[in-house]
Structure formats: structure tokens, C-alpha cells
């Protein structure tokens, strides 16, 4: 594979990664949704306890910025994972198109002149034995 697929690879096994990718399947189940709207209800409920409202929207506007900023990072850091593998899966996509297309036509000058325009438009180096 090339090497972006590598360090993707390579990348995927970090610690952070790997806490991410839990991270985000845990939030994008019906739990942490239930979590959020008790949190909100318990707010709600501790409106006596505080000695002034504005301590009390403090409270709830602290807790939200600090559970989305987490969250953005870690749904970053898995949306970033998941392009580079799409990435990976398009490339080889297209470097199979590619050899597909040096075989069926090996004697077309129009597919020669089709394959190096897929594996420039894609990013991939053409092999030096396609250019015969």
C-alpha cells in the first residue's frame, strides 16, 4: 500500500486515537444523550441552591463549553481518521482503475495518455514499466 495507508495505520494505534474512537461511538448513543438531559434536569432542579441566577446559568454555560470543546476535538481527531482512510480505499481504487486500464489497452495511445492523467489527477507515480 502507499504510504499515507501506512501512517494511517501507524497513526490509528496511538492512545489518543484510540480513546477518540471510543469517545465518539459512546456520544453518538442514545446514553449519552440521556446523560445530557438529566445533566440539564439536575441543573434545572439545583435552582434553589445557588444564591444568585447568575450563578446558576454560570453553572450549566461552564458545563456545556466544557464538554463541547472535548467533544469537537475528539470528533475532529475521528473525522480526520476517517477521510484519510477514505482517501486510502480511493487511491487504491484508482490505482487499480489504473492498471486496468494499461492492461485492456496496452496498445491504445488514447488509454496511455487516459492512465496518466488518473494517476496524476489522484496523486499516485506512475511506474516507470507503463510508459512503454
Same mark, same amino acid.
Given at each position: 500500500?502507499? /504510504?499515507?495507508?501506512? %501512517?494511517? !495505520?501507524?497513526?490509528?494505534?496511538?492512545?489518543?486515537?484510540?480513546?477518540?474512537?471510543?469517545?465518539?461511538?459512546? +456520544?453518538?448513543? =442514545?446514553?449519552?444523550? +440521556?446523560?445530557?438531559?438529566?445533566? @440539564? @434536569?439536575?441543573? @434545572?432542579?439545583?435552582?434553589?441552591?445557588?444564591?444568585?441566577?447568575?450563578?446558576? *446559568?454560570?453553572?450549566?454555560?461552564?458545563?456545556?463549553?466544557?464538554?463541547?470543546?472535548?467533544?469537537?476535538?475528539?470528533? *475532529?481527531?475521528?473525522?480526520?481518521?476517517?477521510?484519510? =482512510?477514505?482517501? =486510502? !480505499?480511493?487511491?487504491?481504487?484508482? /490505482?487499480?482503475?489504473? /492498471?486496468?486500464?494499461?492492461?485492456?489497452?496496452?496498445? /491504445?495511445?488514447?488509454?496511455?495518455?487516459? +492512465?496518466?492523467?488518473?494517476?496524476? =489527477? @489522484?496523486?499516485?507515480?506512475?511506474? %516507470?514499466?507503463?510508459?512503454?
Amino acid at each position: 500500500m502507499s /504510504d499515507a495507508s501506512a %501512517s494511517t !495505520k501507524q497513526e490509528s494505534s496511538s492512545i489518543f486515537d484510540r480513546f477518540a474512537g471510543t469517545a465518539s461511538r459512546f +456520544v453518538s448513543h =442514545a446514553p449519552f444523550f +440521556v446523560a445530557c438531559v438529566l445533566l @440539564v @434536569v439536575i441543573w @434545572v432542579l439545583t435552582y434553589w441552591a445557588f444564591p444568585s441566577i447568575d450563578t446558576w *446559568q454560570l453553572v450549566i454555560n461552564t458545563l456545556t463549553t466544557i464538554i463541547t470543546f472535548l467533544l469537537v476535538a475528539l470528533l *475532529q481527531n475521528s473525522q480526520r481518521r476517517t477521510e484519510d =482512510a477514505l482517501q =486510502a !480505499k480511493l487511491d487504491a481504487i484508482a /490505482d487499480g482503475l489504473a /492498471d486496468l486500464m494499461v492492461k485492456v489497452g496496452a496498445d /491504445d495511445e488514447e488509454f496511455r495518455t487516459d +492512465v496518466a492523467d488518473l494517476r496524476r =489527477a @489522484v496523486g499516485l507515480d506512475s511506474p %516507470s514499466e507503463q510508459t512503454s
